[in-house]
Structure formats: C-alpha cells, structure tokens
C-alpha cells in the first residue's frame, strides 16, 4: 500500500510521458450515463419502505464532470438524455455547473433513464433501474463529438455504457481516439450487476477493456467481484490480478476511510 503523498505523482501524470509532442489545456471529458436518481425522503428504508422520493441528477461519468468544474478544474461530457424535461434539465445543470454540455444528444425517440435507489437500514444498497431502452443506450458513434474527444488531457469513462450497443461501439470508438490524441484514459467500472445479463458478462465485460486505461478508480466490492472473491484488502491480490504493465495508478476507494494507491513506483 502506497504510504507516499499522491500530489506529487498526479503532477507527473503529463502528456508529454505519454509522447505526446502536443501541450494540450488541462480538460476531463467524461463520457457515459446522465440519469435522474430518486432516492427516499427518509433514510435506511428499502424502495417499498419509502414513503415518497426525491429526484437528483445522477449518472457517475456525469458527477465526475460536475465535480471536477467545482474544484475549479476544466470538464467536459459526452451522453444522450431524452429529449424530455428530465433531460434539458440535466444539461441545463452542466452548464450552470460550468461544464461544457456540447457533446451532449437529444433522443426524440427515448427517454432519459431513471434510478430508484436507497441504502436500507441492514447496510444493503437497492436499486431498480428505468432504461428499457433509454436515451443513454442509444448514443450512435455518428453523434459522437470526435473534435471534444481530441482536446482531452484525461477521457474519463465507466462500464455500464459498454452494456448494450450501439452505445458500447461509441465509447471504443471514443477511447481509440482518446488515446491516439494522447489522452489519459480514466476508467471507473462503477459496478452495477442488475444492469448486466449476468454476472460472468459483467466481469468479462469490465476486464475487456481493463488493460486499455491508465488510471483505474475501484471499489473494495468490486476487486472482490472481479478477482471471484480474493481478500480486497490483500495487495497482493491486487498487483497480481488488477495492476496491468501500463497502469499509472490505482485508486482503491474505502468509504469513510478514504482510499489507497497503486503505482509502479509506490505499492
């Protein structure tokens, strides 16, 4: 486990150790899922508890933009909303957030997906998604903001866009250019199993494009599920079986307690 500052190392994560011979602007774009999350107005309560629900914007590739702007950073995403008010209302709130929304679409022919989601009293979070199909799963590589995709020092993604086409076929098409512009590439799996077939697709879909990323953020849950049950907090587990030869750095997020680093240098 890394004990050493991560400042310092973030700071050398240049474009240039990339060979790269272009300076680019410091920009994340972020490309995947935006969705309205409701969750229950009182807490620890499973969904058929709930008593009511209020609405929030959601979608992990989509937070990571938002956060990034309001650490003052430059962001951009990349997605499909209905073109519904749930959608104009998720764009809207980039743009309020100072997130660039142009690579944003508008679905006539879906709507934006919807996510009921709590953490009961026992611990256990429950969801129940809304996307049969929606306007995320949709996104055709032909809408795909090829020029924004090129200007990112860091192309930041998830997997649950590479469930279903044609959206999956998009985001590789996306990461191929990401990485021929000389972007980092950025890779949170943000494991939801409902979402998938199953749980053997699931694993197999995240690991497809493991070894293609420089950065990975992963949960203690999902080094359990990846590597079919191994002790999460074994870093042995986790250099042997997640750390790939051209991975800069992994982030093992632990809740409360923060989270701990991997890179070649530190682990």
Known sequence: MAEHPISGFLSRLSMKERGGSVEKSP?????????????????GVSLAEAPSFKKAAGGAPANVAVCVAKLEGSSAF??????????????????????????VRFDTDART????????????????????????????????DVNLVKKA??????????IEEPCKSTQLA????????????????????????????ARKGIMNVWDQADIIKISEEEISFL??????????????????????LLLVSEGKEG???YTKVYS
């Open 174 to 201: 996306a990461m191929r250019i990401a990485k021929k512009s000389g972007s980092l590439l950025s890779y949170d799996p943000n494991l939801r199993l409902p979402l998938w077939p199953s749980e053997d697709a």
């Open 259 to 261: 989270c701990r680093y």
């Open 113 to 144: 997906a919807l996510a009921f989601i709590t953490l009961r009293e026992d611990g256990e979070r429950e969801f129940m998604f809304f996307r049969h199909p929606s306007a995320d799963m949709r996104l055709q590589e032909s809408e795909l």
């Open 227 to 248: 590597t079919e049950g191994s002790n999460p907090n074994d870093d042995s587990v986790v250099l042997n079986k997640l750390f790939h030869p051209n991975l800069r």
């Open 27 to 43: 920009l994340v774009v972020c490309f995947g899922e935006m969705l309205i999350d409701f969750v229950p107005t009182v807490s």
């Open 78 to 103: 990349i997605g499909k909303v209905g073109k519904d008010e749930f959608g104009h209302m998720l764009s809207d709130m980039l743009e309020e957030n100072k997130v660039d929304n142009s690579g």
């Open 153 to 162: 020092t860091i192309f930041h993604y998830g997997s649950i866009s590479l």
